[in-house]
């Protein structure tokens, strides 16, 4: 097989805009879904449902966060078959202006009071086209920067997709949080709820301002030359590569840790039936704690899968991870609020990032060029769906006066991690296959003194661009 386009990419510095553009697009959804959810359990119940029935507002207004993940496999489907006809670029600029301008949408929308039914009609619709656009996200600016980065370096370059995703939600609770708790009530349901979501159109310019000086991948572009785009890219990754989305879809289930650190585990310290009384404003700190550590954690992790592989660093971050849920439901349970804030961000801040600084890597390697995009974003936002389902079933399973919670829900967490990290230990290596390789069964991977020689001569590059 040829590899001649590995020694053909455009340079460090297309690398670096690739990575940028891959940073800004994963900040902006993130931004984008973290406000969304805190504006539907503070505010939207008041403003777009009927106030005759405060339970139910409260439930309506929940689903339509909820609403957004039946959209991701909708969207996966299309965007990934987008993606892989018409290029990473124009993917990624398509995912950003519909989330962008979606999101700026909600923030202009009427009330209830003003417009009747209408207006949680539109917040659905709206939250739809939200989910929709997430799917294509982050399995686009993956394969946009893998296909950029220079060999020895794609678990680097990819591992910012991963945290754009971190600091988007820091910057939305940078900006939701000290309006929710410092402006007035009155001002803040009028009006102030709508600053966050109409910041929306200041990360869309600068999104469009990095994206649109990205050139199109040299892999696509080879293909595209060469005639090779497959008319249905959707159902030729079924057919070749059914046994990786598989794994995909068990390795995404991963979402469990961050659903046990800031969902479940919220309710359980928090919820008074629960009978643990944590403090709603000490807790709310969690994930934004976890968020600043994993964005200083990710890009060494990432730089390590380059060094030892790929496999390596999600096995442990899955079964490490899996492990310390028990201690951190334990913490919680004898009512030690700084030890569950300390394992929280040990779990979920430090060890988790073992999978989930390099998946943005790992994922896009197992598929061929020509059904990259559409691989990773059906089986990622598969997997990622089956775990919006977690908290109910954690609810069931663990309900208020139940004995031994962290046992049973710490349980659970550990076998869903355990086959996750399965499912990484059945797929092959990739870190050290050439990029016109990945994806096909039979590529022999680099040796490893001739991987470390290369990876050691683009370091030393990248030393000297610097300088």
Not at 36 to 50: D, E, G, K, N
Not at 265 to 270: D, E, F, K, S, T
């Amino acid at each position: 097989m040829s590899v001649s386009s590995d020694h053909k990419q455009q340079g460090m510095n297309q690398s670096k805009k690739a990575a940028a553009s891959g940073w800004i697009g994963s900040a902006l959804e993130y931004y984008d879904f973290f406000i969304y959810a805190t504006a539907a359990s503070l505010v939207f119940p008041q403003i777009f449902f009927p106030s005759e029935n405060p339970t139910a507002a409260i439930i309506a207004s929940l689903a339509t966060y909820g609403v957004g993940y039946v959209a991701r496999p909708v969207g996966a489907f299309v965007l990934g078959h987008f993606g892989d006809t018409h290029g990473r670029k124009k993917v990624l600029l398509l995912c950003m202006f519909l989330m962008g301008f979606s999101t700026m949408a909600v923030g202009l929308l009427p009330t209830y009071q003003q417009i009747g039914v209408l207006a949680p009609a539109l917040l659905v619709v709206l939250r739809l086209i939200q989910g929709f656009a997430v799917a294509g996200e982050i399995s686009g600016a993956s394969s946009m920067i893998l296909e950029h980065a220079p060999f020895g370096r794609r678990g680097y370059y990819a591992s910012f997709t991963l945290q754009g995703v971190q600091a988007g939600q820091i910057f939305a609770a940078a900006v939701f949080l000290p309006l929710a708790a410092y402006m007035p009530n009155e001002a803040f349901n009028a009006w102030g709820w709508r600053v966050p979501f109409l910041l929306s159109f200041v990360v869309i310019i600068a999104g469009y301002i990095i994206r649109r000086r990205v050139e199109e991948t040299p892999a696509f572009a080879e293909e595209s030359a060469q005639g090779e785009i497959p008319k249905s890219p959707i159902v030729q990754v079924f057919k070749v590569s059914w046994r990786d989305m598989l794994r995909i879809v068990c390795m995404a289930l991963m979402n469990v840790i961050p659903v046990i650190a800031t969902i479940f585990g919220a309710a359980y310290a928090v919820q008074p039936a629960y009978g643990i009384g944590f403090h709603k404003d000490v807790y709310l700190w969690i994930p934004v704690l976890g968020n600043i550590v994993a964005v200083l954690v990710i890009p060494y992790v990432g730089n390590l899968s380059d060094k030892v592989g790929r496999r390596p660093c999600i096995i442990v971050g899955a079964l490490g991870s899996g492990l310390l849920s028990f201690a951190y439901l334990y913490a919680i349970s004898i009512h030690n609020v700084w030890l569950a804030i300390g394992v929280s961000l040990l779990m979920w801040g430090i060890v988790y990032q073992g999978y989930n600084a390099v998946y943005p890597s790992f994922y896009p390697e197992l598929f061929q060029t020509r059904t990259r995009v559409s691989g990773m974003a059906i089986a990622q936002n598969t997997g990622t769906t089956i775990t919006a389902l977690l908290p109910a079933l954690f609810a069931t399973v663990a309900p208020p006066g139940s004995q031994n919670i962290p046992l049973t829900i710490g349980a659970i967490t550990f076998v869903v991690t355990i086959i996750a990290a399965a499912a990484a230990m059945s797929a092959r290596e990739t870190y050290r296959t050439h990029l016109n390789d990945l994806g096909h069964r039979g590529a022999n991977p680099v040796d490893k003194q001739e991987y470390d020689r290369i990876r050691t001569q683009t370091l030393a590059h990248a030393r000297l661009a610097r300088s």
